[in-house]
Each structure stands twice: as structure tokens, then as C-alpha cells.
């Protein structure tokens, strides 16, 4: 079992950076792989990025690339997401999740990741 604790959420400008944190419970965090994905009102949760368990691999969805940067220290079993450069259209909800230890590599599938935090709101004025 797995709990996760996201925080970090706020109002910014456009072109600001948030970061976003991901408090998990338990002594097995640095056996996951964990995900971040959002969800913006009326529209269905959009992955957004993933590390493996180690750190030594990361995937990003294609409209963040170049401006998140996730991240993670085991030895807090906390895991990151730096947001810069923010946009209007980056405004939802935002989920940290575990993925399935079952599941092999690093996946971007929502239905794979079996525990999921509260989220935590994101809002980018323009």
C-alpha cells in the first residue's frame, strides 16, 4: 500500500514556474515507478511525466517537454515536477501516481498506475 500526498499547487502568471511535490508513505517508494498526469475540467486525466523507480528514466508528454522536469529522491520518497514556463492551457488538476510493479518499464497509460494522490489545483492567469 502506497499513499501519496501531492502539494506545491498555486495561482501563477503565465510564464511562471511552479513545483510540485509528491509526499509518499511507505518503505517501498523506491521500488515504483511514479507518474504525474492532469486533469482540467470537462476533459478526461492527460498523462504529463514518469520516472522510473531509479531515476534513470523519464518520459514526458509531448506539450511539456522542454519545460517540466520530474524528478525524485527516494530518500525522502518524495517525487518532483518543476513546471516552468507556464501556460494558460496548462491550468487542471495535478495527480501523482504509482505505477503497477507488474507492469514492465515506464508507461504514460493512466490505467496502470494503481495509486493516486488527491491532486493538487495548478491555475496560469494570462
Known amino acids: 500500500q502506497v499513499q501519496l500526498v501531492e502539494s506545491g499547487g498555486g495561482l501563477v502568471q503565465a510564464g511562471g514556474s511552479l513545483r510540485l511535490s509528491c509526499a509518499a508513505s511507505g518503505r517501498t517508494f523506491s521500488s515504483y515507478t511514479m507518474g504525474w498526469f492532469c486533469q482540467a475540467p470537462g476533459k478526461e486525466r492527460e498523462f504529463v511525466a514518469a520516472i522510473s523507480y531509479s531515476g534513470g528514466r523519464t518520459r514526458y508528454a509531448d506539450s511539456v517537454k522542454g519545460r517540466f522536469t520530474i524528478s525524485r529522491d527516494n530518500a525522502k520518497n518524495t517525487v518532483y515536477l518543476q513546471m516552468n514556463s507556464l501556460k494558460p492551457e496548462d491550468t487542471a488538476v495535478y495527480y501523482c501516481?504509482?505505477?503497477?510493479?507488474?507492469?514492465?518499464?515506464?508507461?504514460?497509460?493512466?490505467?496502470?498506475?494503481?495509486?493516486w494522490g488527491q491532486g493538487t489545483q495548478v491555475t496560469v492567469s494570462s
Open positions: 501516481a504509482a505505477q503497477d510493479p507488474a507492469i514492465v518499464g515506464v508507461t504514460t497509460t493512466p490505467r496502470y498506475f494503481n495509486y
